[in-house]
């Protein structure tokens, strides 16, 4: 057995079942390691955007890491982005990188970089591999570190050598580490505070927004009257029929001031209090009320269904309560095609357990607030801001979840950074609708140009926002990766062309076309 | 005039013409710079490899430095490989990156990352400048060490308020730094090495291989019947019909070792010693003979044209030389396409001056051999070995060289990381024709399994580096972002397409079906 077959077993042995993988040379012994193990699964992708954004949506839906395999630092690099957004989202990864044998280091070949350097910056845990030996003890300590509640980013470097030379042979799994529990007088501290009768919020994220724990924030509701809001970028918020309703904080900085305005009391669990997604000149960074006391009960790191429950029962709140969501179906549109028309087909139209990936931008708006009241799902979000994110992530989350269907809703100009997603959910055969919101734009960016102070832009400046020119033919692109895809222009189109996605099983991409 | 204005003015005071972007709402207040600016081009990529690959070509046929519009930390992440191959190239790069505003760090929110730290690995110089005033003056810096001999990838980090503060103005050109020469005891040193008689070569890369340099080569070949060799993957190589012959050093290592077998005398310029581009199990890593006199002249730092001239005078060479490529057309193939036909193809129709990118990998192995003496051309090759390079330089290279042709002769799985190079070559009406081996492979991967001692894979390695699952249209993909294009599957049709591509100007693709 040799060091990539002792790393990939332990690997295995720890609990990983897939690895996405955009290898090169120096990970060519991992991939024969792969070949090799009856169980582990390889899953190529095109990109490491697309390896590293699926290893993220895996991560959000398993609770359990994948493995990637990327070549040295560039490749890296490459799927950066998206590890910023697992790392801020607490999603559980482990990267294989594989880099030169550590006696070609010398020599500074083409290839040689600072691996470490460049992995340090989007990663919770780094590590180089000593020696073969350690390749397999490095690797369950990787998933371990990965594992660390509700999840880290833990990156292994794996020097070619160390992966051909022999090797003792895989490592047994490493302990789970402890999850800390809440502080108990800060429990009894945010107790009092909601038992003043002040107008109160909990502000929840990550774990926190899982079923279980928001039936206990419902329970709080229930016995206090508390608000139940949630960070505007959420890893997986567990939403729809019959769960507790999750009120949504806006995305510009004044907007979710004044959202929060008249708060006295914000009890933040599985989150921090939220701030400003960017500064503006003369704008707020810090969005709670000033005179609003915000307790920090329980970061992202912390128990967050201990913390709730016991919250619950120190307030001594019924054990159920009348907050579960109603069923709620918007009544359908017709004509143009806008977002409102996209999220009434949704909402009537999405069955159940669906897992909904959220990068729809501005053209987004619309779709939470509609969609609450539909089919129960999971809703995953844009956790890091770093766009890219979505169709990567689709085609994690189809993997994790063979039996649900995965409804990817993206802008365009996000889908384009890692189009190449779209090859590996026709070659996997995911069960995955994309929905592509063609406004031929980063109309974000129109918004943000004026909000920075910078009016009256001139052409140069609107071209460098616009994808109009050429006009991207959605329908092409898919189909030149294999995805079965077609255009909907009015809303009737497009309810049409959802259902048919929505009722064959397989990958299928709608271009929503916006343009009017 | 705020911060980002004084920049911007800067830059171009300094000699930047044009500034590849792909920014976001930390970068609004330099799009509104380069918008106010008369003379400052914009282009826009829609991923930042695209961005910083089209640099790197840019760089390479313009001498000097574009600059880059890059979104913080992972915006830098999504730059990095194609940096990474500038940085190896020492291809002058300027970036600018935008991180939130100094005071808004203290929030953690959730763009945040370590800039700094992501632009390490993959820069010469990194700065994150101090205040409004400060962009400027740093700019200027960033300029000159951009413009070190023969060029270096500088990267500014721009704190979005300093963008939007008042700012002193533009800042005068940094001068322009010393490029050392060659230590005169090492040139006679060559000289006696050379004058013995023994078998021996000159090994050039970087600024060695312009055509002026090479002249001086001819002369000292011309008098010491020395061989001129090059570097695998040279930064740019000029060559064609009436420019002095290099012979190219072979990728694998044991070919490139057996190549250079018998030389006891090899003098660098530009380059250092060959060394393989993997460690592999019980191979060289190390390609010069052992009983050879390595004679490191000249580093690419060094001046190239100087060093060689002082050491043509020093033998005492003729002023001119008998060493210029006559001109030579391979046959015409006919049948099935296959990697000489494209190359005897590109050598029949290739125009006067082109620029070929070549990104061919396996199926490229071909391509230069049969044209060495074609029309006089510039060549330019992966300088650090992270894929997804070709397209976006073709960009950057036709950006620089408007009345030149551009010819991307490029590999289908490396063509997949950074596609979106096409839609820009739409929007700025290109003239690139890029010519995609369709092998639906990565061939190469599937020899280095082998290499590195992986024998006897089974399916799952196999479909890792495998590519015809689904089949990908580069038609359809070619079309979905605005570049007309053709598939060729014989030689005929292919010498036609290319033919037809080569006559308008205008960006086009025609897809080399290799499958047989």
Redesign the interface.
């Known amino acids: 057995m040799n060091g990539a077959e002792a790393l990939i077993d332990t690997l295995y042995k720890a609990g990983v079942r897939v690895c996405f993988?955009n290898?090169?040379?120096?990970e060519?012994?991992l991939?024969?390691a792969?070949?090799?193990h009856p169980d582990m699964r390889?899953v190529?992708g095109?990109?490491e955007?697309v390896v590293t954004g699926a290893a993220d949506g895996y991560g959000r839906m398993a609770d359990a890491p994948a493995a990637t395999l990327l070549h040295l630092?560039?490749?890296f690099?490459?799927?950066?982005?998206n590890l910023?957004?697992a790392r801020?989202g607490h999603s559980p990864i482990v990267n294989i990188v594989g880099d030169?044998?550590t006696?070609?280091r010398e020599?500074?070949?083409?290839?040689t970089?600072?691996?470490e350097?460049?992995a340090?910056?989007?990663s919770n845990w780094v590590k180089t591999s000593a020696s073969a030996d350690a390749l397999a003890v490095d690797g369950a300590e990787a998933v371990a570190e990965a594992m660390r509640y509700p999840g880290a980013v833990a990156t292994l470097i794996a020097p070619?050598?160390f992966a051909?030379e022999d090797a003792k042979g895989a490592a047994e799994p490493a302990p789970r580490r402890a999850v800390p529990q809440a502080d108990e007088t800060i429990v009894a501290k945010a107790a009092a505070a909601l038992k003043t009768g002040e107008p109160s919020a909990l502000f929840l994220g990550g774990m926190a927004l899982r079923e279980d724990a928001l039936n206990e924030a419902g329970r709080i509701a229930e016995a206090t009257g508390a608000r139940i809001l949630c960070e505007t970028?959420a890893t997986r918020l567990q939403r729809g029929e019959g769960r507790v309703p999750v009120e949504r904080l806006p995305y510009f900085g004044e907007m979710a001031a004044d959202y929060l305005n008249g708060l006295k009391k914000i009890i933040f669990i599985g989150a921090?209090p939220p701030?400003?997604?960017?500064?503006y000149?003369g704008k707020p960074?810090?969005l709670s009320p000033e005179d609003a006391e915000t307790i920090e009960l329980a970061d992202a790191r912390i128990d967050a269904l201990s913390t709730l429950r016991t919250l619950a029962d120190t307030l001594g709140a019924p054990k159920t309560h009348s907050k579960a969501q109603q069923k709620f179906t918007p009544p359908p549109m017709s004509g143009k095609l806008d977002p409102a028309g996209v999220a009434a087909a949704l909402a009537e139209l999405c069955p159940d357990d669906a897992v909904i990936v959220d990068e729809a931008a501005t053209a987004g708006l619309a779709m939470f607030p509609m969609t609450g009241g539909m089919a129960r799902h999971d809703w995953l979000m844009l956790?890091?801001?770093?766009i890219?994110f979505g169709l990567p992530a689709g085609v994690g989350a189809a993997i994790a979840c063979p039996d649900r269907k995965v409804i990817c809703l993206q802008a365009d100009?996000s889908a384009?950074?890692t189009?190449?997603a779209l090859?590996t959910m026709?070659?996997e055969k995911l069960d995955v609708t994309t929905v592509i919101f063609n406004n031929a734009s980063y109309a974000?960016?129109n918004i943000?140009?004026a909000?920075?102070?910078?009016s009256n832009?001139?052409?140069?400046?609107l071209?460098?926002?616009?994808?109009s020119?050429?006009?991207?033919?959605?329908?092409?692109?898919s189909?030149?990766?294999?995805v079965p895809a077609v255009r909907a222009k009015t809303a009737e189109e497009f309810r049409a062309a959802l259902k048919e996605a929505l009722e064959i099983k397989g990958p299928r991409l709608v271009e929503a076309d916006l343009r009017g």
Chains 1, 2 share one sequence.
């Open positions: 993988a290898p090169g040379t120096s060519m012994q991939v024969a792969i070949d090799k390889g190529l095109l990109f955007g630092g560039p490749g690099g490459n799927g950066a982005a910023h957004n801020r030169h044998a006696y070609h020599f500074d070949a083409p290839l970089s600072d691996v350097g460049a340090r910056p989007f070619a050598n051909w970028f921090k701030v400003a997604f960017f500064a000149p960074g810090w956790t890091g801001g770093s890219g100009g384009m950074y189009v190449q090859w026709a070659r974000i960016l943000e140009l909000r920075v102070g910078a832009p001139g052409p140069k400046a071209s460098l926002l616009d994808l020119n050429p006009m991207i033919d959605w329908v092409e692109l189909h030149g990766m294999g």
